[in-house]
């Protein structure tokens, strides 16, 4: 199995930053991808970046294109996601989730962590 972890979620302003850390660990998997979604309340969880593992080519959602920006370290088996200029509307539990190749081409991730809750106050 494995294991997905999120770290550095909390409670910012409008227009502060905050970074999330997504730790991979567990049996071997190829990761082709991992990404972030998120899920604000009442609402349905949503694509918000994702990186791929070999070559670091990454895609955004609209909605935080220019402002969010996914990195990865492939020795720790780490994800980021460096969140600029935070807006309420970004208020929202953001989970962290891998690929396998297939899953990539199937949009469908294989492996969710539990999420970490990132609240932007007006």
């Known amino acids: 199995q494995v294991q997905l972890v999120e770290s550095g979620g909390g409670l910012v302003q409008a227009g502060d930053s905050l970074r999330l850390s997504c730790a991979a660990s567990?049996?071997?998997?190829?990761?082709?991808?991992m990404g972030w979604f998120r899920q604000a309340p009442g609402k349905e969880r949503e694509f918000v970046s994702r990186v791929l593992w070999s070559t670091g080519n990454t895609y955004y959602a609209d909605s935080v294109k220019g402002r969010f920006t996914i990195t990865r370290d492939n020795a720790k088996n780490t994800a980021y996601l460096q969140m600029n200029s935070l807006k309420a509307e970004d208020t929202a539990v953001y989970y962290c989730?891998?690929?396998?190749?297939?899953?990539?081409?199937?949009?469908?991730?294989?492996?969710w962590g539990q999420g970490t809750q990132v609240t932007v106050s007006s």
């Open positions: 567990g049996r071997s998997f190829s990761y082709f991808a």
């Open positions: 989730a891998a690929y396998s190749l297939v899953g990539f081409a199937k949009r469908e991730p294989d492996f």
